[in-house]
């Protein structure tokens, strides 16, 4: 009798209430459903097309825009990836030094100086499999605060070199 309250015990603790359900799992591999979850999330969720014909969503955090690019997509699998992504228009100020001390202290958003000499921030994401709602919109999150914390960086940098308030900044 002993065995069978306590197996009955263990199945009761396995099943969970109704306080405790199970975050539901999303699948990220489609542009469409990237686009709903970021919409569900609260935030703007626009599909646009690259001039290559890929589908990419613009949106925006703390007053900037950024949009998810996609990799890796095929008609029938989806996509393997996708990259939060944004820049800072070219300031006389930024480095390949200065991106490099943001990359060595930050571990999720990277930063890099592309060819045009603008400031490019990126945050990548797999696709493969499925995630919870909440790991999403704890992306997103991240992303967000870490695009804060990179204006407060550049803001830093921008009065070390006595320069005022950017000139073209789209992020």
């Known amino acids: 009798?002993?065995?069978?309250?306590y197996a009955l015990g263990l199945a009761a603790m396995a099943v969970p209430s109704a306080g405790m359900a199970a975050d539901r799992v999303v699948?990220?591999?489609?542009?469409?459903?990237?686009?709903a979850l970021l919409q569900e999330a609260g935030y703007k969720a626009e599909i646009?097309?690259?001039d290559d014909g890929s589908?990419?969503?613009?949106?925006g955090a703390n007053g900037s825009w950024f949009q998810l690019t996609f990799y890796g997509c095929t008609n029938d699998a989806g996509c393997n990836s996708f990259e939060f992504y944004s820049y800072f228009k070219k300031e006389p100020f930024f480095s390949?030094?200065?991106?490099?001390?943001?990359?060595?202290?930050?571990?999720?958003?990277?930063?890099?100086?592309?060819?045009?000499g603008d400031l490019a921030e990126s945050l990548y994401v797999?696709?493969?499999?499925?995630?919870?709602?909440?790991?999403?919109?704890?992306?997103?999150?991240?992303?967000?605060?870490m695009d804060s914390d990179l204006s407060g960086?550049?803001?830093?940098?921008?009065?070390?070199?006595?320069?005022?308030k950017p000139k073209g900044s789209t992020s």
Request: aromatic share 12%; proline share 0%; net charge positive.
């Open 48 to 50: 646009k097309k690259g």
């Open 96 to 116: 390949v030094a200065m991106a490099n001390e943001w990359n060595a202290k930050k571990r999720f958003l990277k930063v890099t100086i592309d060819s045009d």
């Open 153 to 164: 960086f550049i803001r830093e940098k921008r009065e070390a070199a006595g320069g005022g």
């Open 55 to 59: 589908s990419y969503i613009e949106s």
């Open 1 to 5: 009798m002993k065995i069978g309250l």
């Open 126 to 145: 797999s696709a493969l499999g499925k995630m919870t709602y909440d790991n999403f919109k704890d992306y997103i999150d991240w992303y967000a605060s």
């Open 27 to 35: 699948d990220v591999s489609s542009v469409k459903n990237v686009a």
